[in-house]
T-cell receptor, first 109, second 113 residues
Framework: RKEVEQDPGPFNVPEGATVAFNCTYS??????FFWYRQDCRKEPKLLMS?????NEDGRFTAQLNRASQYISLLIRDSKLSDSATYLC??????????WGLGTSLAVNP | EAQVTQNPRYLITVTGKKLTVTCSQN?????MSWYRQDPGLGLRQIYY???????DKGDVPEGYKVSRKEKRNFPLILESPSPNQTSLYFC????????????FGEGSRLTVL
């Protein structure tokens, strides 16, 4: 089993839709969790850190479920500009950042 | 403007010809790291540095070298490039040690023939 797993998608949704991605992690001792966004052939950019209590930034909501060992990203009112690959990253043992392979989102007009 | 700058952005070279990819950050970050990204394999860490003169191997260090003589610079050296080092390379930095919140450079696409 991979340490961090994501559904690769692609998720195809219409503008205005709500879409959610999950990312599962295998190490129950993981401490920190992040969502990054990566546009095609560009650098990853930090979207959100994921806190135990969950956090929200505009249309984006991130949540952590420690019992089931996954984090989620919810995007409301999807925009065309949300089309990208969403990477999750987990700080595991030895403060090492472990990356998922990403979930591809395409928002269609 | 806060940024991580990599050069060159694109490079085609031949097997065995030494090359250096430079990385510089202007945010006074302590932590810097190099990644390579390949289809189906995702981001894999090559080397990282917690501070000046402190470097450590990541997951795929073979064939690479790094140095951290100054806080702002973290060059990646390929002493004898091979075709399996054809990849997209990213430099990243983080303030105050390692937090997981990384700032990435724009990437360097390297092709080794």
């Amino acid at each position: 089993r991979k340490e961090v797993e994501q559904d690769p998608g692609p998720f195809n949704v219409p503008e205005g839709a709500t879409v959610a991605f999950n990312c599962t992690y295998s190490n129950s001792a993981s401490q920190s969790f992040f969502w990054y966004r990566q546009d095609c052939r560009k650098e990853p950019k930090l979207l959100m850190s994921v806190y135990s209590s969950g956090n929200e930034d505009g249309r984006f909501t991130a949540q952590l479920n420690r019992a089931s060992q996954y984090i989620s990203l919810l995007i409301r009112d999807s925009k065309l500009s949300d089309s990208a690959t969403y990477l999750c990253a987990v700080v595991g043992n030895n403060r090492k950042l472990i990356w998922g392979l990403g979930t591809s989102l395409a928002v269609n007009p | 403007e806060a940024q991580v700058t990599q050069n060159p952005r694109y490079l085609i070279t031949v097997t065995g010809k030494k090359l250096t990819v430079t990385c510089s950050q202007n945010m006074n970050h302590e932590y810097m790291s190099w990644y390579r990204q390949d289809p189906g394999l995702g981001l894999r860490q090559i080397y990282y540095s917690m501070n000046v003169e402190v470097t450590d191997k990541g997951d795929v260090p073979e064939g690479y070298k790094v140095s951290r003589k100054e806080k702002r610079n973290f060059p990646l050296i390929l002493e004898s490039p091979s075709p399996n080092q054809t990849s997209l390379y990213f430099c990243a930095s983080s303030k105050q040690g390692f937090t997981g919140e990384l700032f990435f450079g724009e990437g360097s696409r390297l092709t080794v023939l």
